[in-house]
């Protein structure tokens, strides 16, 4: 059992400050004003005194005026070529509708504002990249919020419909919206994801929970074949997250996909912590997750061995139990896999962006309140992140265009979220995310070192192209830490859409690809530019081409059995702790 130790409220004067920042944190959505104000500044007062920029920035402004003044002129004659092109992930004026004027003025007007605000938040001399990189951010979001595809007036597609259904659209629109609006407000779910409940619509893979403690349930699947290789499949998920990804609906089921190739599959399924789990540490998530899991399989399956597969964090919480079993020698380890996780965390992505001593310690007076970090509100920073996907084009699609957005078993899956122990959030973000303590070498587990180039396993990591949490370049750096032999993946898609990617299906996707090189054991990892130069680019899902690459390192077949619970009954997967709200 995790040690009995207490967790330690705000008390004495720090808990006066409570009820003003908790005040602060509810109308800030999590993000510290302090942080923002901070960057805002650092950028600002750099600027003023730096009269070289201004000018810069003045003649840019200049031009982009003329530009936009003669594009102008041309689109009141007739359609024209763009001055200026939006990025590729852009769709907000990707419809025909907006190469009609006045509306491709306000479309071009509006890239070239934007252009000029990137140009001005970056290289100000002085100004510390965090700072940079927020300041960036923080106008973005402004940006995003005044695009005139956000208007029902400035809006061609929106006003259209406005005339064709004579405003039907804004009435239903206003619909959608005071029912989410009263979800929100009754702290109910989003409608449709009852189709979509684990063991009803989703995870729905037949297996039996073999072993239980306080913080995971270990689900072990039905096999589906007449024989599996002898080395069993350990997947461990991240804890901000429902395993269930990994499960989705038969079709999108990686978990399916692995047994009916004749894998035995285990899964870790991780407990939704609440208040009487604030003093949960990170160690803890190590010990009585990962740790526990492994001598779990090893004594349900002995002399298997095993591969162990770990995705986000639990990808980086794998990584870590990997250094401490190789260091200690006799692992039943095999291979490890990860998918989209980092260990080292310089360059963390736009998650970096919420994480300085600030934001920190912000957020750790949020989770005095209860005990841990509601999961709505590492969603809201993920929304943020990705406002023009998550949140502005909600707004049009439902609210303007009156449109319903058909609930998918990926978007159920999103909206189910789960709670972080105070104590574990806070040790996660400093010594991961602020200090890199792990890839520096610096981390202990009770005085245990934790040493990435103890890792000495074979390794296949993946990384996806488009990842706003575990960036490709980023996820690349174990290659350098580890000295092991790897393969090094890179897929389409982002964090979630590039992970579930089956091969086949209504839910595999037409045009995905990946590239792949093999990385040896003594070969210094080269830049991951020139890395994706030499990559071999293929067609289609990478999971046949890890499917085959853990056949690659198995040692044969045996006959298939039932899984069986380490201690007498247990209950059908997916388990009791999924239900967890």
Known sequence: MPPDVAPTPAVGPEAIDLPLK????????????????????DWLVHLMVTPSRQLALTGSAMQKAMAWSRFVLRAMQGPCEDCITPAPQDKRFSQPEWQAFPFSALAQGFLLTQAWWGEATQGVRGVSRHHEE???????????MASP???????????RETVTSAGMNLATGLGNWWNDAMRVVADGRPRGVEAFAPGQGVALTP???????????????????EQVDKEVVLIVPSWIMKFYILDLTPESSLVKYLVDQGHTVLMVSWRNPGAEDAHLGLDDYLHFGVLDAVKAVDYLHPGRGIHAMGYCLGGTLLSMAAALLCARGGSPLRTVSLLAAQVDFREPGELGLFVDESQIAFLEDVMAEHGYLDGRQMAGAFAL?????LVWSKLVHEYLMGAHTPMTALRAWNADATRMPARMHSEYLRRLYLHNDLAEGRYRVHGEPVLLDEIRL?????????????????????????????????????????????????????????HHASHGSRQAAIDPRRWLAHAHREEGSWWPAWERWLRRHSSGHIDAAAPRPMHGGAVAAPGDYVHQR
């Not at 595809?149 to 006003?159: C, D, H, I, K, R």
């Open 385 to 389: 992140i990705n406002s023009k996907d």
């Open 207 to 225: 297996g039996r929970v073999v072993m239980r403690n306080a913080l995971i349930e270990l689900i072990e699947y039905a096999p589906t074949t």
């Open 22 to 41: 908790l005040a602060i944190a509810r109308l800030a959505h999590g993000l510290s004003p302090a942080s923002l104000a901070q960057a805002q500044a």
């Open 149 to 159: 595809s956000n208007f029902v007036a400035t809006n061609p597609q929106v006003l």
């Open 458 to 514: 074979p390794m296949f990591v993946l990384a996806t192209e488009r990842d706003h949490v575990s960036p490709w370049r980023s996820v690349y750096e174990v290659l350098r830490l580890a000295r092991a032999p790897a393969t090094f993946v890179l897929t389409s898609g982002g964090h979630n859409v590039g992970i579930v990617n089956p091969p086949t299906g209504p839910d595999s996707h037409p045009k995905a690809w990946f």
């Open 134 to 144: 927020v300041a960036a951010f923080a106008l973005r979001q402004w940006l995003d």
